[in-house]
């Protein structure tokens, strides 16, 4: 038995809305990804920059930083966990969660102990759900990180590196985030932030450049020691504006699948609408012709 | 070529960059900036260089005889091949800052004191900015 015609025309209108809805985040999604791009492009001369010095420190001079030292047994690992304020982003959250665990469950095969850092409420609620420890959070700019965020998780995480194990630091610190590889792919990706090996990553500078002969005012220590808490931020900041990017262009793609979906729906609703209609129409006609031909026979029969 | 013919030649690419944007960008004819060893005028051809800044304000000579100075407090300054850099986070040009406003958030920093890094980073960032505001007003 179909539905009604009313209850047909209320679901109707009801998918209606949700479409509208939808779509306006679809759109929104869009206009942010362009946004998003152009702060990560514009952090890019600083991050470059800031490659470029550390790099020309790393390699013109024979400094030994705590930051850059390897320990020698590590036992305790960090892992921040980069995931998004809000949900209607398809599976984006979910792919960097399931990342996350994999990365821990091969840092406990290695007998070391995880250590959670998380940025973002999808990722803190997934581990409050466990009702797992965490060691410090961060949420409320998934989509739009700032420098000082960065810099606000560099210097916990760099504060941290630097505690002896015992007294509750760690010995190495990872991050899980999604890298935006282009508007149709975005890939959960693992870095390890600390100890830095300096010369990585996608701002490295070409193997042909030439790195000159450097002075150093103060000395090579006093600007390493510097550069490299500046340096692991501007790291942080990278890897948020990658998520984020990402974050963005996974809502943009669920909303338009929703919109879609809600599109097929509408138009399915209408041909049962229709088809229901048609179909009270013609139990009406048939009902007033057999009355009329049972009036006709009834007066037949009476002459 | 000798060598001042190199220099009256040649002119400095100057970046000055912030953490999330590219604050300037151009041609200099000298760059002067405070390090913690004191004042270094960077002319083309300077050796390369990379130092801690003090103090928080540079001045740049463009091409075309123009004269600013900009406040970058706790940034360095990197030289190399008639390539300055100049990194900081909250970097920022010194006609762009508003004298009045960076007296009173001096005031303020000055009042809640230098105990805590972050306050004495904060003392830091205003000196800058008045000392560039100043500069350049």
Known sequence: MPASLRELRERKASVSTIKKLTRAMELIAASRIVKAQQRAQAAGPYARELTRAVSAVATFSNVDHPLTTEKANPRRAAVLLITSDRGQAGAYSANVIREGERLNQLLREDAKEVVPYLSGRKGIAFYTFRQRELAKSWSGDSDAPSFARAREIADELIGAFLTPTDEGGVDEIHIVFTRFVSMLTQRPDVIRLLPLEVVEGAEAPAADDVLPLYEFEPSAEDVLDALLPKYVASRIHYCMLQAAASELANRQRAMKSATDNAQDLIEKLTRDLNQARQAQITQEISEIVGGASALADASAGSE | ?137
């Open chain 2, 1 to 137: 070529m000798s060598v001042s013919d190199t220099a009256s030649a040649k002119h400095l690419e100057v970046a000055l960059v912030a953490a999330e944007r590219t604050v300037w960008q151009g041609q200099a004819k000298i760059v002067i900036a405070r390090t913690t060893d004191g004042d270094v005028g960077i002319l083309p051809g300077h050796a390369p260089l990379l130092g801690l800044l003090q103090g928080g304000t540079v001045q740049v000579r463009t091409v075309d005889d123009e004269y600013f100075v900009a406040a970058a407090p706790d940034g360095f300054i990197s030289v190399a091949g008639d390539r300055v850099s100049i990194l900081a986070e909250n970097a920022e040009m010194g006609h762009d800052i508003d004298l009045e406003e960076a007296r009173r958030d001096l005031e303020r920093a000055q009042a809640t004191g230098i105990d805590t890094d972050a306050g004495e980073e904060e003392l830091r960032l205003a000196e800058a900015r008045v000392r560039a505001a100043e500069k350049a007003g």
